[in-house]
């Protein structure tokens, strides 16, 4: 969707965190059978963050969230809304959002989560974008946040090696600067339920609920056809690039960074080949976080932006794929 006409949206402040705990390839190679060869030639990954006993995906979202809003310049009570993109939220319900709204000191203002998996924190930005450039509100909080460990198969080498736990925040602000050209200039948002099974966490729901035999089956912990999720992320990100550009009317020689979804090196390596796009202007990450789900773009975001990658004026473009099955992108000119 190209957002000409509409009042622009800036990301005003970014912040990330992450648990203590590392989980490197040769921890996993005493857990189950695999090398660290291995895992790093298909999916590029040597250690991921994993989260502590009783440490919960708002524990790391606050901490995330406190440093973007601290990045945008505000504080809390500036604050006019928050969205967290999570599939692993504290409860079931309360959502995680309620949760952040009253550890951040925040007033009284509209906090939900919102669950699209690897593409939740671009669905976020979507919904976050029409509210304020509605003139709804002038500073909203997203944060992307995971602790997909807590959810993950140890026993699977084929899924354990690939995920981790982290937080990404932004805070999205309206743009108040006269013939600024800065914000998001366009987004995209899709999904097709018929590819549900390919990524899922089948237990724990109302179609699998807990039972004694939900657990002895490993029904609780995320699966994942890894092959079939292959070959659609790369033609998914692909699509999106370019349909983006020719959207907005620009080449791919416009962007100077793209910041795709960590969901497995190879993959992105392979979008990039098919765009033509030098991989020096795409930010990987993924070597030491692993897959975090929705957190990935958010974390990405902000080490892009401290590690001086971007620029003002620059087109960033974001893309993502996940469970669901969704893809989103979005267009942003810094």
Not at 47 to 54: D, L, N, P, Q
Not at 71 to 78: E, M, N, P, V, Y
Not at 203 to 220: C, K, V
Not at 249 to 274: C, F, V
Request: charged content about 20%.
């Amino acid at each position: 969707m190209l957002l000409n006409g509409l009042r622009r949206v800036i990301i005003s402040g970014t912040g990330s965190h992450v648990p203590e705990t590392r989980v490197t390839n040769l921890d996993l190679e005493r857990m189950v059978e695999t090398s660290d060869e291995w895992i790093r030639q298909r999916t590029g990954i040597i250690e991921r963050r994993k989260a502590a006993k009783g440490e919960a995906t708002s524990d790391l979202a606050v901490e995330a969230a406190r440093k973007a809003i601290t990045d945008a310049g505000l504080t809390s009570t500036d604050i006019d809304g928050i969205v967290v993109a999570t599939v692993t939220p504290d409860y079931e319900f309360p959502s995680t959002a309620c949760l952040l709204q009253h550890r951040l000191g925040c007033r009284q203002i509209p906090s939900f989560d919102l669950s699209a998996a690897c593409s939740g924190f671009i669905y976020s930005m979507a919904v976050v974008q029409a509210f304020i450039a509605s003139g709804g509100a002038r500073h909203i909080l997203i944060v992307g946040a995971e602790t997909l460990t807590h959810f993950t198969d140890y026993e699977d080498r084929g899924t354990c090696i690939l995920f981790g736990d982290g937080a990404g925040a932004a805070v999205l602000s309206r743009n108040d600067s006269s013939g600024s050209a800065s914000g998001i200039i366009d987004i995209h948002l899709a999904a097709d339920g018929s590819g549900a099974e390919l990524m899922i966490l089948p237990g724990g729901g109302s179609r699998n609920p807990p039972s004694p035999e939900m657990l002895g089956a490993r029904q609780n912990y995320i699966k994942l056809q890894g092959r079939a999720v292959y070959k659609h992320a790369v033609s998914k990100i692909v699509m999106l690039v370019n349909e983006s550009l020719e959207r907005c009317h620009l080449g791919r020689d416009d962007i100077d960074l793209i910041i795709p979804h960590q969901m497995n090196a190879r993959i992105i390596e392979s979008a990039a080949k098919h765009l033509d796009i030098p991989m020096e202007k795409i930010f990987i990450n993924i070597d030491r976080y692993g897959n975090t789900s929705a957190a990935t773009i958010p974390i990405a975001l902000d080490e892009a932006k401290r590690e001086g990658r971007i620029d003002k004026g620059d087109l960033v473009a974001l893309v993502a794929f996940g469970g669901g099955m969704t893809w989103a992108s979005a267009l942003l000119r810094w």
